[in-house]
């Protein structure tokens, strides 16, 4: 008989395990699993050893250490004007993976419609179905990836209970527009939805292009759940710190999922993490330029080998239509790319209930340092298509 449980029994492991692994065996430059290779920022780690020696080694309060929700309180209200009182609107968990789970085990019923743009970040679809829910899919197709109001509507109707919108969008590099998060939000108000925005890479935005969030939307404060997290921004993906900003009755349910699930993370990183937070506005115009250059790297070097890349205006992947190339989906060519070219991707048919949708595509990441996106460029130049 198998002990596993049906929850969790059709799951299987993640594209990021098996790719990382298919890397690992080749050694392959692994521009596939999104985590810089570079070190973290030396104020971070200096706050982090400063916190562990005066001694904040013990439980953190399960919404978080108190510096941190204040300052995150601040951080919010001067980039988004949102007033958020962070002794019951701001809960600090476990990176934004738990920040999701909490959220759609405190917020959806067995039966409830769950929204989700696709391709998605893959914990989503678990989250939903652990919780009972039904996942619907609005597909954005490339190059452009936009949304069609009348067939978004199309999905709403009074079973559903949330659409989870990720902007800036991983992995299609899209940042939603204002007109794209004003459909959303009226949508909400007119079938009375809530909306949880995954927003962890709200500070890598490129070419002018503008963040914006729906919780600072007319009529939406009061249904939207804010997801972002220290990992994107700071480079800290193994500090695992993330939080939700939301008003009172939903921040009430997702912490009584969250205080079960881990009730709370490290107590001394917490602490690092305000030196991060309340980082002056200077640092993120210089985020921006140093990811930039990064992107325009990976640009041109898949250019240079006749790959046709969608140029993200947000993220740090790269999406590439890999259509022409005659393989017989996105995982075959990622196989290929990594065990014979010795560079790592992502098959991004992973990201979609049907993986045909995602089977002309692949995925990279820029968040590396120059001598490895080098080395990768060099690489390249093995794959040459035209």
Not at 4 to 31: D, K, P, S, W, Y
Request: proline share 5%.
């Amino acid at each position: 008989m198998s002990y596993m449980a049906q929850r969790v029994a059709g799951f299987g492991t993640t594209i990021f395990t098996e790719m990382t692994a298919l890397a690992n065996e080749h050694q392959a430059i692994n521009l596939g699993q999104g985590f810089p290779d570079f070190a973290a920022p030396d104020f971070m780690k200096a706050a982090a050893v400063a916190a562990i020696e005066s001694d904040i080694n013990q439980y953190a309060p399960a919404n978080g250490r108190p510096h941190l929700r204040q300052a995150i309180a601040q951080k919010v209200q001067s980039f988004y004007g949102i007033d958020a009182n962070p002794d019951t609107e701001i809960t600090i968990l476990h990176g934004a993976t738990e920040a999701i789970f909490a959220t759609v085990l405190g917020l959806v019923n067995p039966g409830d419609e769950v929204i989700v743009f696709e391709p998605f970040y893959d914990s989503y679809v678990p989250a939903i179905k652990m919780a009972g829910g039904i996942p619907r899919f609005y597909t954005l197709r490339p190059p452009t990836w936009q949304i069609d109001a009348g067939n978004l509507a199309m999905l709403f109707n009074d079973k559903t209970k949330l659409i989870i919108v990720n902007t800036p969008h991983n992995p299609t590099g899209k940042v939603f527009t204002k007109a794209e998060l004003g459909l959303i939000a009226n949508l909400c108000q007119q079938h009375d939805v809530l909306a949880m925005t995954d927003e962890v890479y709200e500070h890598l935005v490129f070419d002018g292009h503008q963040h914006q969030t729906l919780i600072s939307f007319p009529g939406m404060a009061s249904r939207t759940i804010m997801v972002s997290s220290l990992g994107k921004t700071f480079s800290v993906t193994g500090w695992k710190i993330g939080w939700t900003v939301a008003q009172l009755e939903l921040t009430q349910a997702i912490f009584r999922a969250h205080q079960f699930m881990t009730f709370c993370g490290a107590a001394p990183l917490q602490e690092a993490a305000v030196t991060a937070v309340s980082q002056p506005p200077s640092f993120y115009s210089q985020l921006t330029d140093f990811y930039t250059r990064k992107r325009n790297f990976l640009l041109d070097a898949l250019k240079s080998v006749g790959l046709k890349s969608i140029a993200p205006h947000g993220t740090y992947f790269i999406m590439v239509d890999i259509s022409h190339l005659g393989f017989a989906d996105d995982v075959a060519f990622c196989r290929y790319l990594t065990s014979d070219i010795g560079v790592a991707a992502i098959p991004p048919s992973a990201f979609y209930h049907n993986p045909a949708d995602g089977a002309g595509l692949a995925r990279f990441a820029f968040c590396k340092e120059e001598k490895t996106l080098v080395e990768a460029a060099k690489r390249l130049q093995r794959l040459k298509t035209g």
